[in-house]
Structure formats: C-alpha cells, structure tokens
C-alpha cells in the first residue's frame, strides 16, 4: 500500500480541474451509449490516460525524469492500466523489496522523493472515484466487464485507498529496527504443522505460532455463510452479478429478482451490493445519495 499525500498541498497536485472532469464525464457518458458494444475496460482507461499524463507533465520537475510527449505517456498509463506486470522506468518495479518501495512511497508522499507515474495514476484515480462510481453503478454493462471494471478498480486502491504518511512511517520504523521481517510477503510456500505453519520462501524458513487475517473479504455474495442470502440464492429468487460480486440491487437497494422480473422486500447496501454500485465500500459513498435513495423507499414502504 502506498501513502495518501501527505497535506493538501501535495494533494492538489493530482487533482483534475473543472475542464479535465468534464472531459472525463462526457468520454464515459458517450461510451456508455453505446454499452451493448463494450467488452473491456479501455473506455474506462482511454477517458482518463491523457488526464493523468497532463496532471503528471504539470507536475514538472516534481516527476521521476522524462522528455515524453503527453501522447507518449498516455501509451504507458494505458499499458500499466491493462497489464499490472507492465515495466517501465517512470514506475516503480515490483521487483524492489517491499521496504524499499515502501520507504519511496512514503518520500513521494512528503514531497521528498520525485513522483512516479504509477503514484500519480494512482492518486489523480482517487479524486476522479466519486464520478466514475456516479456514472458506472447501475449502467447497462455486461456482468463480465463489471467484474473487469471493478478488479481494476480495487487493484488501484493500492494507491488509492492508502494509508495515512504517518501509519506507514512507523511500520518503516518497526522494519529497520528489526522488529518486524519482511522476508516471507512475496507468496511464501505455507504449510501446518504441530505447532502452527511452517513458511518456506525460496529456501527461507520459519515457523509461527500465530496469524492474524487483516485481509476484508471478498465481496463475494455466493461465499457469505448467513442463512438469508443463502436460502434467497438457493431458492434461485436472486444471483449475483457475477460469481465474484454481490446481489443486483435497485436504486433504493431493493434486491431484484432473478431474470429482472421485479424485487423483494429485503434492501442491500454495502460491499455485498458491489457489482450493481461501483465503489460502494468507499467512505464516501456511505455520505453521498445512495442512502438517500434507500432511507426515501423505506419511508415509502413504510408508509404503505
């Protein structure tokens, strides 16, 4: 995970202006007329490349050094944005240990540290969120590209969704004193045994005792153990949107039945409505109108 900026300062750097954010609007609004065509995420990728590569050409000298051209750029975001293992000089490699990266993060976040593309992809997504959610939750995609759409989208939230500057500097602490190891992250080999899990990483071992899962969830409706959701599913009166997502809901967060055919009286809202809403999960979303739009039909039913 890396840092959010460290103050607003910083932070301003990677936000769009009024023209770029209506550019954006008008992109995705004009792809999504023609929804039955699209069946990847380069609508998506292709309205917010060429901000970014301005939003990172404006930062200037603040940038890892480059003579690239906007056009240039806008090929690299979209490689990066396509395929996560895509290498290049302005992004940071995932072949660094995880500290290093770490520690370079946290400088680019304090303004220490020239800013890589990746970064700035990364935080320039997060103030465009808000409008991207607004425009694709409940659009007349297919399933298949939702799911896309959101794997993206939660692969980013490793920049977007960051920490604090503050809680990463003192993990960095805890890691060069030595009192925590970064040896065994990069998918270690994981076996039980007697005393608890033997780890084994390219010859490196140890064994623990303990493991604490601070991983949320999938927000995957067909895994959930709660009897409600299970018996709906079962009985075929709802399905999710895709086998790796949640219920379809309506606007009031009704859940719909299955074929579209209407809804029943149980409302969803939260990670397992994700697929039908994009985003859901985001603190901001739990202020914004998708309450609004649940607490009005409860009211109406209520009064029924």
Request: aromatic share 6%; glycine share 6%; with cysteine.
């Amino acid at each position: 995970m890396s840092p959010k900026p460290l103050n607003r300062k910083i932070d301003e750097l990677y936000v769009s202006d009024t023209k770029q954010l209506e550019a954006y609007e008008l992109a995705l609004k004009k792809s999504l007329e023609k929804a039955d065509k699209l069946v990847s995420t380069n609508f998506l990728i292709n309205a917010i490349a060429p901000i970014i590569a301005e939003i990172f050409i404006a930062i200037g000298d603040g940038t890892r050094p480059h003579d690239l051209s906007k056009s240039e750029l806008v090929e690299i975001i979209h490689s990066w944005l396509v395929d996560a293992e895509y290498e290049h000089k302005l992004i940071v490699s995932k072949k660094l240990l995880a500290s290093k990266s770490l520690k370079l993060f946290v400088q680019m976040a304090t303004g220490l540290a020239p800013v890589s593309l990746d970064y700035c992809i990364g935080h320039v997504w997060r103030h465009i969120q808000p409008t991207m959610y607004r425009l694709l939750s409940f659009a007349p995609i297919s399933d298949a590209l939702i799911g896309d759409i959101v794997l993206l989208d939660e692969r980013l939230k490793r920049y977007s969704y960051g920490p604090p500057v503050d809680s990463l500097q003192q993990l960095l602490a805890l890691i060069e004193s030595g009192n925590i190891n970064m040896d065994f992250i990069a998918d270690p080999e994981i076996v039980m045994n007697d005393n608890g899990w033997h780890f084994n990483l390219n010859g490196n071992t140890v064994d623990i005792d303990i493991m604490v899962n601070s991983v949320l969830d999938a927000p995957q409706i067909l895994t959930v153990a709660s009897p409600l959701p299970q018996r709906l599913i079962q009985k075929l009166l709802v399905e999710p949107i895709h086998d790796k997502l949640g219920v379809r809901t309506r606007k009031d967060a009704l859940m719909e039945t299955v074929g579209d055919t209407g809804t029943i009286p149980v409302a969803m809202m939260g990670r397992l409505a994700k697929g039908t809403l994009i985003g859901v999960d985001a603190i901001a979303e739990c202020f914004g109108e998708r309450p609004t739009f649940w607490a009005k039909g409860f009211i109406q039913r209520l009064d029924k």
